[in-house]
């Protein structure tokens, strides 16, 4: 192993070795064999839909050029549609960015950021990442708790909690009842 020539801050320094979220690229190359079924990274089985190719398709000469960093036609359609400001819309390159975003605009160094034992890796390696404190609540019956959550969110001022609905692996789900 290397010796490490770069020096990281002792925020970078502190965080775990291991990478959140490991593709299954990876996997198959550990394991020497590609898997008979990918079932874990949201990924289709079908392939792309016919309407998604043929909307690639027709943008790709303009593919050359950088996009609307606002992401504005987008945005202001997804608003329309939901009855909301264009404001409230974030839009960004996937689950990981966004989840980063979110943490750095709601969770500054030291503050709580409440969540479950089994919650989505890369999350909580934003809020480590990040300096806020993360605080994680064991599941109950196999399930998240939200009791719990709710207490340790009222008990810390925690200004932001994650909890996934339905649960994912656990596959459990809560009403809004």
């Not at 008979?36 to 050359?64: H, L, Q, T, Y």
């Not at 960015?97 to 934003?126: C, D, E, K, M, Q």
């Amino acid at each position: 192993m290397s010796q490490k020539t770069i020096p990281f801050t002792p925020l970078v320094d502190s965080l775990p070795a291991a990478i959140p979220f490991i593709g299954p690229e990876t996997l198959e190359r550990q394991r020497g064999k590609p898997f008979d079924a990918r079932i874990g990274a949201n990924e289709s089985a079908f392939g792309m839909s016919p309407k998604a190719i043929a909307a690639v398709i027709e943008e790709a000469p303009r593919s050359a050029w950088y996009g609307d960093s606002l992401s504005w036609p987008l945005r202001a359609a997804l608003a329309d549609h939901h009855g909301v400001d264009p404001d409230e819309i974030l839009i960004g390159a996937g689950i990981d960015a966004l989840l980063g975003n979110v943490v750095r605009i709601l969770a500054g160094p030291g503050a709580a950021v409440v969540t479950s034992a089994g919650a989505y890796p890369t999350f909580n390696y934003h809020v480590t990442g990040f300096g806020a404190a993360l605080k994680t609540i064991p599941y109950r019956d196999d399930a998240e708790d939200p009791d719990a959550l709710i207490a340790e969110i009222k008990e810390t001022g925690a200004p932001l909690a994650y909890f996934a609905n339905p649960d994912n692996p656990m596959g459990t789900w809560y009403d809004a009842g």
